[in-house]
């Protein structure tokens, strides 16, 4: 291993000795007797969301195969948040970064990834990321970082602090210690593999659900075992769901799969903020309608238990998208019917 490389390892690995693990908090839902659901906190990494783990393995994952040179320019497909984490690292380390994303994606977010030095190369919808992602690293000499293929691979599953250790780490004083439930949606499906993955590892008797949004591939490949589908469509809420099955997204590690409205994520998400006085992206609100779903199926069962899932961002990032009426209206559509919902059952 060279001088270089050396050194931008153990900068990457000085970032994560720096860093503290993040916050697993209990909901406070007294409807729900008998069930207790947790939302670990992602957004307080130092780039503001869950995948600063990912950038994080995958820049490792990168420099110990050899890809990443001193002079190496690093091209993610991203829609926002992963090119955020990459370039908050590609800087660290003194490489350039180019983000490939879509033009919908959210201005605050591209602010973010200039912000920590990355440049921007827009395409016009999210299928059209990965190709353009691996003819401009063609052109220029670059390497493609690839999210969607290595996040499965990139990441230690057996522990090492990933997250998945870290949440049952947390979980071991409750009154639940053991998870009945874990809820994550996918964006790459690298974070489920890992959590799905290291529930078996140590014999957990906990299941995996996987969530999804609309226009997404991932819940009809896993209900028709076909990972050759494609979506002629995007998925609406930002950062998960994908128009084509993703290498990284491993179906076998998964228990149950739910299909969740986009305006039931966007109701869940606005719905969220009365509960707990904070703004979360609307990916949270998906695994969160997914663990209420789970919770009232166990209630009906008359299972008591813990379900945790993920608070992945910060709803500050989508001021101008999520939490404008507006756009909500014209962009996803009437959310009346599960806001309350919401307010009914829970308060």
């Keep these: 291993m060279n001088n270089w490389v050396r050194n931008a390892v153990g900068k990457i690995n000085a970032d994560a000795h720096r860093s503290a693990d993040t916050h697993l908090f209990k909901l406070?839902?007294?409807r729900l007797e008998g069930i207790d659901i947790y939302l670990k906190d992602e957004s307080t990494h130092p780039t503001g969301s869950l995948k600063h783990r990912l950038a994080r393995s995958l820049f490792l994952y990168a420099l110990c195969n050899g890809k990443i040179k001193e002079d190496t320019t690093i091209i993610e497909a991203s829609s926002g948040s992963t090119a955020v984490s990459e370039a908050y690292f590609a800087r660290m380390i003194g490489v350039p970064f180019i983000a490939v994303v879509p033009k919908s994606t959210a201005r605050s977010k591209i602010r973010l990834i200039e912000f920590h030095g990355g440049q921007i190369h827009f395409v016009d919808a999210a299928p059209q990321m990965h190709d353009a992602s691996e003819?401009?690293?063609?052109?220029i000499g670059g390497y493609f970082?690839?999210?969607?293929?290595?996040?499965?691979?990139a990441t230690d599953w057996r522990g090492n602090n990933n997250i998945a250790e870290s949440v049952f780490t947390q979980m071991a004083r409750e009154p639940h210690p053991i998870p009945s439930h874990l809820v994550m949606s996918a964006g790459t499906g690298g974070t489920s593999a890992t959590l799905g993955r290291y529930i078996r590892y140590k014999g957990y008797d906990t299941e995996l659900t996987v969530v999804d949004p609309e226009n997404s591939v991932f819940y009809d490949s896993f209900i028709s075992?076909?990972?050759?589908?494609?979506?002629?469509?995007?998925?609406?809420?930002?950062?998960i769901g994908r128009p084509k099955v993703e290498h990284s997204f491993q179906p076998g590690v998964i228990d149950h799969m739910l299909q969740v409205p986009d305006a039931a994520s966007v109701a869940t998400m606005l719905w969220l903020e009365g509960v707990i006085g904070r703004k979360a992206g609307p990916s949270t609100g998906t695994n969160l309608w997914g663990a209420l779903s789970v919770a009232q199926a166990m209630l009906r069962e008359n299972r008591q238990g813990s379900i945790v899932t993920l608070l992945c961002d910060s709803g500050d990032r989508y001021l101008d998208t999520y939490y404008n009426p507006e756009w909500v209206a014209d962009c996803i559509g009437d959310?009346?019917?599960y806001t309350n919902s919401l307010h009914a059952t829970y308060g």
């Design 145 to 153: 970082m690839d999210q969607f293929t290595y996040a499965e691979r």
């Design 225 to 239: 075992g076909d990972r050759s589908l494609v979506s002629k469509k995007s998925s609406r809420v930002e950062g």
């Design 335 to 337: 959310c009346t019917t």
């Design 135 to 139: 003819k401009l690293a063609h052109k």
């Design 28 to 30: 406070p839902l007294p």
